[in-house]
């Protein structure tokens, strides 16, 4: 290799390396420049705006459980491309794109551990995974994280963020609908608490589905909720729709959440409402 060579190898690596993506995260919101260590340590949330970024399933179990220390339950085995459907690429190849990319089976992970001392099993869609979408394996996922909670007689707290249902499954991504309301039933039955926190964004399917059927309905600030988008409602009625009407403060408002909460205070107030619901789960 030539030294002209050797300092290119050099300057590519160290660009790599040193790169402002790699070091600087721009806040969509206000356009503040933030070291990327400093908003991961502040759970990807913007010192200067409060800006709520979207966090994966490692981050936030880290954050709620006690200690970070919790069991990830086995993802349940689906058939994938039931329909072998294709677009501009076969969904089978999107959906090992997917799991390259996140390092996740599907979109919806669920795990057990305790929050403040209380027990609990906590399912957390992952939007980096085809933007959360809903489908046979989302819909398996959520009945196995009702299961687990039955069968360990605590809450389920699910964290909620998609596009909607998955269109490469086309009526069965929509029979996850029912699927899950029902499950959401059983837990009932069994006299446990079903806790929904919503995140950016949460739409289509999911909203209209296991999303708005909490016994406490939460939501994180600025977060995206509704089932059609703006632009669709607005040519549907022909009537411009207020500013921020889908967003979760403006929910609040109206009656459709019962709390906006602080990323940082969302262990504590679930673990409060778990201590209110489930009292014999509280630590000795």
């Known amino acids: 290799m030539s030294w002209l060579s050797r300092v290119r190898t050099t300057i590519a690596s160290f660009t790599k390396r040193e790169t402002a993506e790699n070091l600087w995260h721009k806040c969509p919101s206000c356009g503040q420049m933030i070291f990327v260590k400093e908003y991961e340590e502040n759970q990807s949330v913007c010192p200067k705006c409060e800006h709520h970024g979207r966090i994966g399933p490692d981050a936030r179990f880290d954050a709620l459980f006690d200690d970070g220390m919790h069991v990830r ?22 959906i090992k794109a997917a799991r390259t990319a996140t390092g996740e089976s599907d979109a919806l992970i669920n795990a057990k551990g305790t929050i403040e001392g209380y027990k609990a099993v906590v399912g957390v869609q992952d939007f ?38 998955r269109m490469q499954e086309g009526i069965l991504s ?21 806790i929904v926190v919503m995140t950016d964004p949460t739409t289509g399917g999911v909203t209209a589905s296991y999303a ?27 009537e411009k729709l207020p500013e921020g009407f889908q967003r979760a403060e403006y929910l ?33």
């Not at 085995?77 to 690429?89: A, G, T, Y």
């Not at 029979?175 to 959401?184: D, E, F, N, S, Y």
């Not at 039933?185 to 446990?192: D, I």
């Open 73 to 94: 339950l086995p993802a349940p085995s689906v058939r994938e491309d039931p329909l072998k459907f294709r677009d501009s690429k076969r969904y089978a190849d999107r």
């Open 128 to 165: 980096a995974f085809m933007g959360g979408s809903m489908g046979l394996a989302v819909g398996a996922a959520f009945v196995v994280g009702v299961e687990a909670a039955i069968a360990d007689k605590c809450p389920y707290v699910i964290f909620t963020a998609a596009g909607g249902a």
């Open 174 to 194: 929509l029979m996850q609908m029912p699927k899950t309301t029902v499950a959401i039933s059983r837990l009932r039955e069994a006299g446990l608490p079903y």
């Open 212 to 238: 708005m059927l909490g016994d406490i309905q939460i939501a994180e600030p600025g977060a995206l909720i509704g089932f059609a988008g703006q632009r669709v409602i607005e040519s549907t009625i022909r």
């Open 252 to 284: 609040l408002d109206h009656g459709m959440l019962d709390m906006v909460v602080h990323r940082h205070h969302l262990r504590a107030e679930i673990a409060r409402f778990i201590s209110y619901l489930c009292p014999q789960e509280a630590a000795a």
